[in-house]
């Protein structure tokens, strides 16, 4: 059984407060928080399903990755589920650097945008109007919280550490 590694719990973001301000800042929060869990796990565990249904927290790293360059990017997706399986030539700290990577370039994206009920970036492949980018917004806070939750899991069962 992993020894158990407490850690203080990060208290929810200061933002300004306008409504993009508070999007964008808890996404921000929830996005860092991710990252945090798949920090300082040794290869394999990084990579290594935690559970029956192959979610590893490197493999969340990298979907996450896919769901920003979608949502955010304009970038189609051919296979939802391959995105959650890291390739064996890519390291942590790679997927980790992408991730990043897209994180910021997103952050241009919506600071770039004038009115959050305008319509956002089409996601990619998709036709039709795009959501609105407060819509998309709330989305990936959904969708980042959801995956954020996943790898507190996996990262307790690796090794004990729980918190922000």
Not at 11 to 33: I, K, S
Not at 58 to 87: C, I, N, Y
Not at 123 to 129: L, Q, S, V, Y
């Amino acid at each position: 059984m992993p020894s158990t590694k407490r850690r203080r719990d990060a208290r929810p973001p200061r933002t300004g407060p306008a409504e993009r301000d508070v999007l964008v800042g808890f996404l921000d929060y929830l996005r860092g928080a991710v990252v945090a869990k798949a920090q300082d796990v040794p290869e394999p565990q990084v990579r290594t399903p935690g559970v029956p249904s192959g979610t590893n927290l490197l493999g969340l790293v990298k979907h996450l990755t896919h769901v920003e360059r979608h949502w955010l990017l304009g970038e189609p997706v051919r296979d939802w589920a391959a995105t959650f399986h890291p390739e064996p030539d890519e390291s942590a700290d790679d997927v980790v650097l992408a991730y990043r990577d897209t994180t910021a370039r997103a952050n241009d994206v919506i600071a770039a945008c004038p009115d959050l009920s305008a319509p956002g970036p089409r996601p990619g492949g998709r036709r039709g109007a795009a959501p609105s980018l407060r819509w998309t917004l709330t989305h990936l806070i959904e969708e980042t919280g959801r995956h954020a939750g996943h790898a507190d899991i996996l990262r307790e069962l690796i090794d004990g550490a729980t918190g922000r």
